[in-house]
C-alpha cells in the first residue's frame, strides 16, 4: 500500500504550528533570561516608592518584603492594562486606533495624577489602611488615658500604667504601648521611646500626650490630672468633628450622585439602546467624549471634597 501524500493544507497547518511553537518558545526563553534583569531594573525604578511601602506596613507591625510590594505593584499595572485593552477591543483596526489603545492601556497601567489606577493602586490600598489604623488608635486614645489617669491615681508609674493598658487593650494601642516598653527594658529612655512613638503615629493627640509625659516627667506635676485634661479635650473635639460631618453630610452625599448620576445614566440607555451607547467605545470621538467626562468628573468631585473638607 502506498503511503499517503498530506494535502498541500496539511503541510500548511504543520507550518503554521512550528511556527507558533518557535515563536511562542522564543518568547519564553527571552522572557525567563530577561525577567531578573528587567525585575532588578523596576525595582531600581521604583526604590522610593517600594521602601514606604515597607516602612509604612513596618509601621503597621505587619512584615512585607520589598518582593512582594513590586510584585503588587506590577500586578496592579498588568491588570489595569489588561483592562484597558479589553474595554477598547470595540475599537476598528487601523494605525490611529492602535496608538488610542496603547495611549489608554499605558494611562491606566502608569495612574498619572496619583490616581488610584494601576502603578498607585497599592500606594492608594496601603494609606486607607494606614489611616483606619491611626483612626481605631486614635478612638481607642480615651480608653488609654483613662487606664493611665487610674493608674497613676491608684499610686502605680507611669511604667507601670503602660504595661495596663498593653494588657486590656486591643491593637493597634496595645501594639504601640507594648514598642515602648520593649524600648524601655532594652536600655532606652522612656522620654527617647515616648518620642518615637510620637513619631510613628504622628497625630495631634498623641503629641500632646508624650509632650505632656515628658515635660511633667522632668518638672514634676500631676500626671493624672493632665491625662483628665486631655482626654477631656480629645472628647470635646470629636463632639465638634462630629457636628461638622454631620452639618457637611448633605454636601457629600450631594457629591457622590453628582458623580455617580453619568454611569448610571450611560446604563440605562445602554440597556434600552445598546446600538447608540456602544458607540461612545467604538469611535474615537466617543472615546474622547469619555475623556472630557472623565476629567470634569474628577474636577467636580475635588472641587466639591475642598468644600466640605473643614480641618478642626
Avoid at 200 to 225: C, F, K, M, P
Avoid at 240 to 256: L, W
Wanted: charged residues 20%; neutral net charge; aromatic residues 12%.
Amino acid at each position: 500500500m502506498e503511503a499517503a501524500i498530506p494535502k498541500f493544507w496539511d503541510v500548511l497547518t504543520y507550518m503554521r504550528m512550528s511556527s507558533l511553537v518557535l515563536f511562542v518558545g522564543g518568547w519564553a526563553a527571552a522572557g525567563y533570561y530577561l525577567a531578573p534583569l528587567l525585575f532588578e531594573r523596576f525595582e531600581q525604578a521604583t526604590e522610593g516608592y517600594v521602601a514606604w511601602m515597607v516602612h509604612t506596613f513596618d509601621r503597621m507591625f505587619m512584615t512585607v518584603t520589598a518582593r512582594s510590594c513590586v510584585m503588587a505593584i506590577v500586578g496592579s499595572m498588568a491588570g489595569f492594562a489588561a483592562l484597558g485593552f479589553w474595554a477598547t477591543s470595540g475599537l476598528p483596526s487601523g494605525a490611529g486606533y492602535a496608538m488610542l489603545r496603547l495611549f489608554i492601556c499605558t494611562f491606566l497601567a502608569f495612574g498619572p495624577f496619583r490616581l488610584p489606577i494601576g502603578a498607585n493602586l497599592p500606594r492608594f490600598v496601603v494609606k486607607k489602611m494606614w489611616e483606619r489604623r491611626i483612626i481605631k488608635f486614635e478612638d481607642q486614645l480615651l480608653d488609654a488615658l483613662s487606664f493611665l489617669s487610674n493608674g497613676l491615681k491608684s499610686g502605680l508609674s507611669v511604667i507601670q500604667a503602660m504595661e495596663m493598658v498593653k494588657e486590656e487593650l486591643l491593637p493597634p494601642i496595645s501594639q504601640e504601648f507594648a514598642l515602648v516598653l520593649s524600648e524601655q527594658r532594652l536600655g532606652i529612655q522612656l522620654d527617647e521611646a515616648l518620642l518615637d512613638l510620637e513619631e510613628r503615629v504622628g497625630t495631634e493627640d498623641v503629641q500632646i500626650l508624650v509632650t505632656s509625659i515628658n515635660i511633667l516627667r522632668q518638672s514634676g506635676g500631676n500626671l493624672a490630672e493632665t491625662f483628665d485634661t486631655i482626654a477631656y479635650t480629645i472628647r470635646e473635639r470629636k463632639k465638634v468633628e462630629g457636628k461638622i460631618r454631620s452639618m457637611t453630610a448633605q454636601g457629600v452625599s450631594q457629591g457622590v450622585i453628582i458623580v455617580c448620576m453619568p454611569f448610571a445614566l450611560a446604563a440605562a440607555l445602554y440597556a434600552m439602546e445598546a446600538e447608540l451607547v456602544t458607540r461612545l467605545w467604538t469611535t474615537w470621538v466617543g472615546w474622547l467624549m469619555i475623556a472630557v467626562m472623565l476629567s470634569l468628573q474628577f474636577a467636580g468631585a475635588w472641587m466639591i471634597k475642598k468644600i466640605v473638607t473643614i480641618d478642626v
